[in-house]
Structure formats: structure tokens, C-alpha cells
Nanobody, 127 residues
Framework: VQLQASGGGLVQAGGSLRLSCAGFGGTFSSYTIAWFRQAPGREREFVAG????????LYEDSVQGRFTITRDNAKNAVYLQMNSLKREDSAIYYCAAVHRSSTGGAIHRQVGEYDYWGQGTQVTVSS
């Protein structure tokens, strides 16, 4: 599966953005999808994930209650709604996928658990 992330931009602190991850090829509904982010000088970190079953979502502690991950398998898309943005949310955001045969219904936080990556979209939050 190929992934394409979009929706990043410049927003003031407290504002909102909605990121999209479009999937091409493969059976999109068979993949667990996650969002990661990487700020300059920092390691890539898990933000949120949604299982292929739609039954599970998982969030990094600092975004819990502010970010919401959803998916629309009919449109081969996953979304990350980001509200109450903070300067520390500034980063390049990547969507990633792993097939259900590799993980079952679990959502993993580790970069190495994901086999497919989108190109990233920049999110900049100004104060």
C-alpha cells in the first residue's frame, strides 16, 4: 500500500488542523494505520493509531483528549483531527501502515513495527 499525507500548515496556538492519509493499492481496510511525528533534533514518535478492525484507537499521552483519529475505509482514508494545538505539536507528521497479518488487532507504538510510510506533512504551531 502507498500512503500520502496531507493537511499540514501553519496555525496559531489553540487552533485546529485536520490531517489526511490517503491509501493507494492493497486492501486499505486490512491495515492498521498510525500517525507519527518528528520534530527537528528529535526521534520520530507515535501520536495516534487506529486498528484495521476499527475497534481500537490509541493515543500518545500528550495528545489524548485533543487529537482524534478516525478512518473511512470506503474512501481509503485516515484522518487526524488536531484541536487545541500547542507549539510543541510542531513537527513533520507521517502516516504509517502495517498489515493485519503482522499485528493482528494490536496497535504498536514503535516505528519499526510499520512497513509503509507516507511522505510527511509539516505542522507548525505559532504562539
Amino acid at each position: 500500500v502507498q500512503l500520502q499525507a496531507s493537511g499540514g500548515g501553519l496555525v496559531q496556538a489553540g487552533g485546529s488542523l485536520r490531517l489526511s492519509c490517503a491509501g493507494f493499492g492493497g486492501t486499505f481496510s486490512s491495515y492498521t494505520i498510525a500517525w507519527f511525528r518528528q520534530a527537528p533534533g528529535r526521534e520520530r514518535e507515535f501520536v495516534a493509531g487506529i486498528s484495521w478492525t476499527l475497534a481500537l484507537t490509541l493515543y500518545e499521552d500528550s495528545v489524548q483528549g485533543r487529537f482524534t483519529i478516525t478512518r473511512d475505509n470506503a474512501k481509503n482514508a485516515v484522518y487526524l483531527q488536531m484541536n487545541s494545538l500547542k507549539r510543541e505539536d510542531s513537527a513533520i507528521y507521517y502516516c504509517a501502515a502495517v498489515h493485519r497479518s503482522s499485528t493482528g488487532g494490536a496497535i504498536h507504538r514503535q516505528v519499526g513495527e510499520y512497513d509503509y510510510w507516507g511522505q510527511g506533512t509539516q505542522v507548525t504551531v505559532s504562539s
